[in-house]
């Protein structure tokens, strides 16, 4: 069982930066396919960006290529989510989630979730 916790939130102005942390407590996070979602009042959770267990590999969604990027440490069981240049539709409770196999921007491929932090921007 992995367990996530996440941190890093917070209230930002537009134009800001902020960057989000993920601590898992398995000892196989390595292993692990780590994906960053999002949900904002009254939406549908939604696919932020995602990575592969050796960090080689990433895919963001549409809305957030060019201004977030999502990174891993292996050493230290964490994975990142550098958020820059944020707007106000980037408001929303953010989740980071894991699986076994290889990354997935589906919801319904990830098994385990954080509990969420908030990110709120002010315009």
């Known amino acids: 069982q992995v367990q996530l916790v996440e941190s890093g939130g917070g209230l930002v102005q537009a134009g800001g930066s902020l960057r989000l942390s993920c601590a898992a407590s398995?000892?196989?996070?390595?292993?692990?396919?780590m994906g960053w979602f999002r949900q904002a009042p009254g939406k549908e959770r939604e696919f932020v960006a995602t990575?592969?267990?050796?960090?080689?590999?990433?895919d963001y969604a549409n809305s957030v290529k060019g201004r977030f990027t999502i990174s891993r440490d292996n050493a230290k069981n964490t994975v990142y989510l550098q958020m820059n240049s944020l707007k106000s539709e980037d408001t929303a409770v953010y989740y980071c989630?894991?699986?076994?196999?290889?990354?997935?921007?589906?919801?319904?491929?990830?098994?385990?979730w954080g509990q969420g932090t908030q990110v709120t921007v002010s315009s």
């Open positions: 989630a894991a699986r076994r196999e290889g990354r997935s921007a589906s919801v319904g491929d990830y098994p385990y």
């Open positions: 398995e000892r196989t996070f390595s292993s692990y396919a």
């Open positions: 990575i592969s267990w050796s960090g080689v590999y990433t």
